[in-house]
């Protein structure tokens, strides 16, 4: 006879539970994704959860059998916009799967969303490349449709190996000359004199890229909770590569950013946008090849960038496919209304 489950919130400053919190989680990754998945390291996610943040509650459950950790789960509450929407996250190891425990994970993360008052929950799972687009047969898709969440929009995630050769970035930056526009770059946090302009843009992208069928509204751009956001990377050994185009009355026309982990040494593409009424001057292809060439002058030993774009987002991924981007997997954003 199977013995009961125990669900338990884990405590972010309990260092034993949250490696095993962790343990479980980069454990049911990796049997999905093997050598693509995309884990965050122990220390960076022990460094997000016990943030006291302003922007988002976040919380960490355990499954728990006979006292061993068999699951292991997220929630995060966003506290200045969205606030009708909660990210939720359920991850089983191979060995514990169709044993009912990520049904009772998710069925507690669920209750408690509904408690703080969320109406909609989003969620994400991944699988490889070469699987069908909608993930039909994936384990992680097949689990979350079976109880009722959506994909709302489909991700590319895309591997590009360093370095790049100098002449490719020429020959593409010859393509983007962007006249009437200066070219700014930096290592770590946002100039003050920038921060103001970049957070609005970073507060745009999720809503200005394809956003299929998700329920979502822009971000904060409060500087305050930006250079809040900074400080945790800094905690997580992070380092921010950062690029704008800037206009002639010195506004920010374009940005982007990637972000190099202190734990595995590879690089994220995060965030790039163009405002709307400097579009068309290829100032995301500019910016994009002026961050990467500086990438790589200041960060040589960094071996890889991984990104995400949406399969309908055709522009960008055919600006990644002329830098050398291959796909290593795709990535479902799934959604689940409960009013």
Not at 78 to 101: F, I, Y
Not at 148 to 155: E, F, H, I, M, R
Not at 171 to 184: D, H, N, W
Not at 192 to 197: C, K, V
């Amino acid at each position: 006879m199977t013995s009961a489950l125990e669900i338990r919130r884990v405590d972010p400053f309990d260092t034993v539970e949250h490696n095993l919190w962790w343990q479980a989680y980069a454990e049911a990754k990796r049997a999905d994704m093997g050598e693509n998945a995309l884990v965050w390291t122990l220390e960076e996610s022990r460094a997000e959860m016990q943030q006291a943040s302003a922007t988002t509650d976040r919380r960490a459950y355990v499954a728990l059998r006979d006292g061993s950790v068999v699951g292991s789960g997220s929630l995060a509450l966003p506290l200045k916009d969205n606030v009708h929407s909660a990210a939720v996250g359920v991850t089983v190891p191979l060995a514990h799967r169709r044993q009912g425990v990520g049904s009772t994970l998710l069925a507690h993360i669920e209750s408690d969303a509904v408690s703080a008052g969320r109406t909609t929950l989003r969620a994400e799972t991944a699988w490889p490349a070469a699987a069908p687009t909608d993930g039909s047969g994936e384990p992680g898709i097949e689990f979350a449709r079976r109880h009722g969440y959506a994909l709302a929009l489909g991700d590319l995630q895309n591997r590009l190996e360093l370095p790049v050769a100098a002449e490719v970035i020429d020959r593409l930056l010859a393509e983007a000359p962007c006249t009437g526009y200066e070219i700014r770059s930096w290592v770590g946090p946002v100039p003050d004199e920038h921060l103001a302009e970049w957070a609005a843009l970073d507060a745009l992208v999720d809503t200005e890229a394809p956003t299929g069928e998700l329920d979502i509204e822009a971000g904060s751009a409060d500087v305050d909770d930006y250079r809040a956001d900074e400080a945790m990377q800094a905690a997580q050994g992070r380092t921010s590569f950062g690029t704008v185009a800037l206009d002639a009355d010195g506004s920010i026309a374009a940005y982007t950013q990637i972000v190099v982990s202190g734990d595995d040494g590879n690089a994220y593409q995060w965030g790039t946008l163009v405002r709307r009424h400097d579009r068309g001057h290829r100032l995301g292809l500019r910016v994009k090849l002026e961050n990467l060439r500086m990438l790589q002058q200041h960060s040589p030993e960094t071996p890889r960038i991984y990104t995400y774009n949406a399969e309908s987002n055709a522009h960008m991924l055919a600006v990644n496919t002329r830098l050398g981007f291959e796909a290593t997997g795709r990535l479902g954003e799934l959604q689940k209304r409960l009013g």
